[in-house]
Each structure stands twice: as structure tokens, then as C-alpha cells.
């Protein structure tokens, strides 16, 4: 379980966001609080994997209050003004959602959560999606092609392209690619958190990223993907994170 806290002075988004957290079922709600500085208070008693927090607070501010934190958690701000958008890049949020949120948009947020606390854990962390055991991979992973069990190393791959039904792995050495049955949607949901949808057809590996020109990622070996308008801003947030300059 993910211990998460909720920090917001507005008694109804804090209501809100603790009720949002408690129904994720790999989200454990280890405190509600008004202010940065309770939150702090609490932080220092209990451990803290993520924080959901919004920024316009008396006081303390979240972005504050984020700044002076030594043991950073898992951050996503939360708050009514999209100004504050990329100040929150600046200080490595994972994400940022801007109110007023549903609960889809929540749950969004919270998958992106527990794929950066895989990762930072180095495991395999099993979580329950609609009812089924899933399971996110960190490592490694088998695919069944050409009738045989094949392990494939994550850091290996550098795009995943969708055609119908199948999947192509593709692979930053000279290995051939590899064409799997599975799903986009079952893939996005099993690999870790440094591979992001781009394109309805497209999953890179973002540590394999050469450039970015215009509406298309360059990779190595001169492959040229495609971003998607839905999965633009997404990607653009990403960017925004990592940009050095004005």
C-alpha cells in the first residue's frame, strides 16, 4: 500500500480528496490536513510515500511548503489557478490537476503515483484494476511469439507500435522485433513509469528519447514516432519537467 496524504485548507476539496484516496485500492490514507504546516508536523511522524496538495494555501504554500521538504514524497499539486502549472514542474510534481477534478481524472493521477513508486522501490508491485490482478513490471517480462516464451529486458525496448490486435516491440539494439497478441491499454498498464503513450499507436521508451522536432520524437537509429493530439498534452508536461531555459 501507497501512504498518501491529503493536504488542502478548503474543508470540501479536503473532504473530497480524502474520499477520491480512499477509493484507490493501492492508496492507504495516512492523514487529512489543512495547512502545510500540520502537514509537516505529520510527515515527520509517519511516512509518507505521495502527497496530493494544493498550492494556494495561507501561511505555508504548497509549493513552499514542497520546496523545504528534504525526504521529497511523491508529489501532485492540486488547486483552481493553471499558473502555477509550470512553477510545479520546476519542483519535479508528478503531476498536476487542476480544480475541479472528478474522480476519473483522480484515478489518472493515482495510476501515474504508484508507477513512479515502482519504480523508486525497484519491484513488482501487484494492484487490483476492474477487478483483476495486474501486475507492473519493472524488469523484466516474457511474451509468447512464434510459439515459445520469450524474455524481453524493459530497459531494451525503445517503442511499442500498435497494428490492430498485436503488438511490435521494438528494440534500441540490432534484436529483431518482436510481435505479440496483447493489448495497447494491458501493455501502458504493466510497464514502468519511463514509458509513456504518445500516439494511439505509439508506447516509447522516454530514456531512449534523442530529440523532440516539431510533432514528432526522434530516436536512435534515425525512427521518427508520431504525438498524437490526445496525448499531447501529456507528453508536453513531461518535457516541461526536464526543460532547462526560458
Do not use: W
Not at 521529497?72 to 519542483?91: L, N
Not at 536512435?220 to 499531447?232: A, F, H
Amino acid at each position: 500500500m501507497i501512504n498518501v496524504l491529503a493536504i488542502d485548507d478548503e474543508p470540501l476539496a479536503l473532504q473530497q480528496l480524502a474520499a477520491y484516496i480512499g477509493k484507490v485500492p493501492f492508496f492507504n490514507l495516512a492523514g487529512e490536513c489543512s495547512s502545510a504546516l500540520q502537514a509537516k508536523e505529520l510527515m515527520e511522524k509517519t511516512q509518507i510515500d505521495a502527497i496530493f496538495c494544493d498550492i494556494n494555501m495561507p501561511d505555508l504554500s504548497g509549493m513552499d511548503f514542497v520546496k523545504q521538504l528534504k525526504n521529497r514524497p511523491i508529489v501532485v499539486f492540486t488547486t483552481a489557478y493553471s499558473k502555477y502549472a509550470v512553477e510545479g514542474y520546476k519542483v519535479d510534481a508528478l503531476d498536476y490537476l487542476l480544480k475541479p477534478f472528478g474522480l476519473e481524472e483522480f484515478k489518472e493521477s493515482a495510476d501515474k503515483v504508484k508507477k513512479q513508486y515502482d519504480l523508486i522501490h525497484g519491484q513488482s508491485a501487484a494492484s487490483v484494476v476492474d477487478g483483476k490482478d495486474e501486475m507492473t513490471i519493472t524488469d523484466s517480462l516474457f511474451v509468447k511469439t512464434e510459439g515459445k516464451m520469450v524474455k524481453i529486458s524493459i530497459a531494451e525496448i525503445s517503442y511499442i507500435e500498435g497494428m490492430s490486435e498485436y503488438l511490435k516491440i521494438h528494440f534500441a539494439s540490432d534484436r529483431r522485433p518482436v510481435i505479440v497478441l496483447f493489448s495497447m491499454k494491458r501493455m501502458e498498464e504493466k510497464l514502468p513509469a519511463n514509458f509513456m503513450r504518445v500516439h494511439r499507436s505509439f508506447i516509447v521508451n522516454l530514456d531512449r528519447i534523442k530529440e523532440v522536432n516539431k510533432n514528432r520524437i526522434v530516436l536512435d537509429k534515425d525512427v521518427y514516432l508520431p504525438i498524437g493530439d490526445l496525448y499531447r498534452d501529456n507528453f508536453t508536461k513531461y518535457l516541461n519537467r526536464r526543460f532547462l531555459g526560458k
